[in-house]
């Protein structure tokens, strides 16, 4: 027992009087004026569907994932929507641990009356397959810290990863046209959930019988506060629910402000997870762009400039065959990677890299097609190789360059023994090797 | 240097020859020979002869139990005031703040608290009326009690009157004649853990010019 109080938070007589008679003269003691709200930050995650938002001292995570299950027998053809609540010890000291307290529960239950009971999230777009396999979206909220007004700052967070969650795609096919295959998110773009419109929790707090009101009371607010009202009202200002908690009664008219003071307010919150939820977008669309030139120009650029420079050489020493200098070029190019490759100089490193990385394996063979371009373009160019040596066999430089190239060829079915194709590819070549050579 | 003594305190631990931190903070040496190591906590271990701001919790017929931030209850015999025999014991509410020294504080046992100083006179020590209480960390109510009058209590002080009260648990006690002045000095003090000096200044001087 005594551990227990220990470790509660309490309240000095003298906070609790400062604050209402602090109220009674319109100062809050935080700075704030009555219909103020904190500063409202709100962050994202790596991963699409995750979302922190910080309300002044209140710290709430929220995470969203997917998962494909049977619909309800009595909606076939709805997903479901459900909302878990955390609250850490670590947040505050009267929080336990493992059983949700009365407070967790009646938190999950106001943000998941405004959103599922408003229909923001589109339910019937979640299906699948009808009464087969829906998507069910679960969100999960921690409350990493509590400075008050858990139920705004939560209700936020859950609005933001969900405007940020995107679940994979998915089709019906297979065999029997029955199975639902999901898409890999390497291989379809993932979908964004589809939201109507933004319910915006505001909760007011009472005092004194219910004379006086404040918008987003802090943590020493609500120990004080006589009474709390929760409006869920969206930028339109569509009322989804009011959760009147607390045992102070409060006059119709003071509800019907509440509800005029919310809808401005939450216009205010709209616009400030909309901007946070673009930018976002903005930056996970360009983290895309930027990915794939990178890679390219580290797979093929870094070679090419190191044939350059020797391909210069070569011409300098080779001045007399001026005529086919295109294909020679091409064709000296190749030889000087390569015998760089079969004496093991450093440049090898980047292209067996490469090669053990896109090989594909017989049983990725379904996922060729959606590797990046600069692979593909590898390979063109060796096979545009094999046509230049095909096409000049009759000069004697290029037999011998031909060589190499077959050396080479060995050279990388040592380096990557494993994939068929370089297996089938190497005895193409040296049958290419062989016709040259013999011609 | 090699035979003289030394006395360690609070993060330091002596392994055989050697001394080895048990926390991350600042090394402090009071000459000639204290070290302990200093750090900033939302939590407060008890220490002999700290001043702390406490909140009486419940009332036992020999003990006043007392929470001072720390892992357990304190006690305040009630027998610890000036002048306290068994008929004149103070009757203090639930929740009521005190203004208290710690003077035994060991491991496993819950601290004992005093509204005496050494001398047995109530020096100040007492409970607290009216004003603000707020929790800081214990980096920030050493800070505000340190020797050179902290500079943002100094700019405060320069164009308003306020009472202050600091404990070393990290409660702060803020009085004065209006509750906005309460509201700007207790503001103004949380605004400032992790201000340099100047900047303190620069903070109330534009907190001035605000209410103005």
Not at chain 1, 166 to 177: L, Y
Not at chain 2, 116 to 125: N, Q
Not at chain 2, 134 to 148: C, V
Request: net charge neutral; proline share 5%; hydrophobic share 35%.
């Amino acid at each position: 027992m005594e551990q227990r109080w220990a470790s509660t938070w309490r309240m000095s007589v003298n906070e609790r009087k400062f604050i209402e008679t602090a109220l009674a003269s319109d100062l809050r003691v935080d700075g704030r004026r009555p219909f103020d709200y904190r500063r409202l930050t709100i962050k994202f995650g790596r991963e699409d569907g995750s979302a922190e938002v910080q309300l002044g001292q209140t710290h709430v995570l929220s995470y969203v994932t997917s998962q494909l299950v049977q619909p309800y027998r009595d909606r076939p053809n709805e997903g479901s929507l459900s909302i878990f609540t955390e609250f850490s010890p670590m947040a505050d000291p009267s929080f336990e641990a493992g059983r949700p307290g009365e407070f967790a529960i009646e938190l999950g239950r106001v943000i998941d009356r405004g959103l599922r009971e408003s229909r923001a999230v589109d339910m019937e777009s979640l299906c699948v397959v009808a009464g087969k396999s829906v998507w069910s979206i679960r969100v999960d909220l921690h409350i990493i810290d509590n400075g008050g007004n858990l139920v705004d700052a939560a209700n936020i967070a859950a609005l933001a990863a969900l405007l940020t969650f995107r679940r994979p795609e998915c089709t019906v096919g297979g065999e029997n046209g029955q199975d639902v295959i999901i898409h890999d998110p390497e291989v379809m773009e993932p979908l964004p959930l589809i939201i109507h419109h933004l319910p915006i929790a505001v909760t007011f707090a009472f005092f004194s019988d219910g004379n006086i009101m404040v918008i987003d009371p802090t943590h020493k607010e609500e120990v004080v506060m006589g009474g709390r009202m929760t409006a869920t009202i969206n930028s339109n200002g569509d009322v989804c629910t009011v959760q009147k908690a607390g045992g102070e009664g409060i006059m119709s008219s003071v509800v019907m402000q509440c509800l005029r003071v919310a809808s401005v307010k939450a216009a205010d919150i709209t616009s400030k997870i909309k901007n946070a939820v673009e930018t976002y977008n903005t930056e996970r669309a360009l983290r895309k762009v930027k990915r794939h030139p990178l890679t390219a120009a580290h797979r093929v650029i870094v070679p090419d400039v190191i044939m350059k420079n020797e391909q210069v050489e070569n011409i300098g020493h080779r001045p007399d065959k001026n005529s086919r200098q295109d294909d020679e070029m091409l064709v000296d190019t190749k030889t000087c990677t390569n015998s760089e490759s079969s004496s093991g100089g450093r440049h090898t490193d980047p292209f067996v890299g490469g090669s053990s990385n896109w090989d594909p394996y017989p049983g990725r063979v379904g996922k060729l097609q959606d590797l990046p371009g600069p692979l593909m373009v590898i390979k063109e160019e060796l096979r545009s190789d094999e046509m230049v040596i095909e096409s000049t066999p009759e000069l004697s430089t290029i037999t011998s360059s031909s060589g190499t190239v077959g050396a080479s060829g060995v050279k990388q079915q040592t380096n990557a023994p494993k994939s068929l194709k370089d297996a089938v590819k190497s005895k193409n070549r040296k049958k290419n090797k062989a016709s040259t050579t013999t011609s | 240097m090699s035979n003289q003594t030394i006395k360690l305190g609070a993060g330091l631990r002596q392994d055989c020859d050697t001394i080895s931190v048990m926390k991350a903070g600042t090394l402090r040496l009071s000459k000639p020979n204290k070290y302990w190591v200093e750090s900033s906590h939302k939590r407060y271990v008890p220490c002999v002869e700290d001043t702390v701001l406490g909140i009486v919790v419940d009332s036992k017929p020999d003990n006043f139990l007392v929470d001072i931030k720390a892992p357990t209850l304190a006690f305040l015999p009630v027998l610890a005031f000036e002048g306290g025999t068994r008929r004149n014991i103070p009757k203090f509410e639930v929740g009521t703040l005190l203004y208290v020294r710690v003077v035994k504080a060991n491991n496993s046992m819950n601290p004992e608290l005093s509204c005496m100083d050494d001398t047995g006179k109530a020096a100040e020590f007492g409970p607290l009326k009216d004003g603000y209480v707020f929790e800081t960390s214990t980096g920030l109510s050493r800070m505000l009690l340190s020797s050179p009058t902290c500079p943002v209590l100094e700019a405060l002080g320069k164009s308003l009157s306020y009472e202050l009260a600091v404990g070393l648990n990290g409660r702060v006690w803020v009085n004065a004649a209006s509750p906005s002045t309460v509201i700007l000095v207790s503001n103004a003090i949380i605004n400032s853990e992790f201000l340099s000096g100047v900047q303190q200044k620069i903070m109330v001087e534009k907190l001035m010019k605000r209410l103005q």
